[in-house]
């Protein structure tokens, strides 16, 4: 049942971070409803969801824990986290310049700049898809929405 195979609930493990410039809380408040209200989320293995899954960063990994809806632990993906980071700092560089073109750059250039943010939202999506490939499929649109929580995670401050 592909409806059964999505995520619920959704936390972010957050309790080293500081409070978050308002366009990256605005940023993470759109990927979790855009994630609540259309996933796809397939553990293999003879799991039924939905799931509630919690997203946390230790120990230079990225894990994944996957529940039950009702708390019980399923499945844990620990992820290295080396072969994002680059990704991850280009995407926030190429963040810090579209925000900073919205203020006083040209239409054309604000575009040109997007482009370039979503190629590289892009290139860390397809990563993830295939980090998680062993263990979870999911579908790209997922795979960008978990990865701007991804990037949300690495934020200090």
Known sequence: MPHR????HVQLDEKTMVRRRPEVEHERNIAIYDLLEENYFAPHGDYVGPYHLHLSLADNRLL????????????????????????????????????AAIKKATPSQIEAIDMGRRGLHNEGSELLRERLAAKVDVDFDTARRLFTLICVLHIRG
């Open 64 to 99: 994944f824990d996957v529940r039950t809806t009702q708390g019980t632990g399923l499945l844990e993906v620990p992820l290295p986290l080396r072969p994002f980071q680059s990704i991850v700092k280009d995407y926030f560089m190429i963040c810090e310049s579209y925000y």
């Open 5 to 8: 195979q999505r995520i619920a």
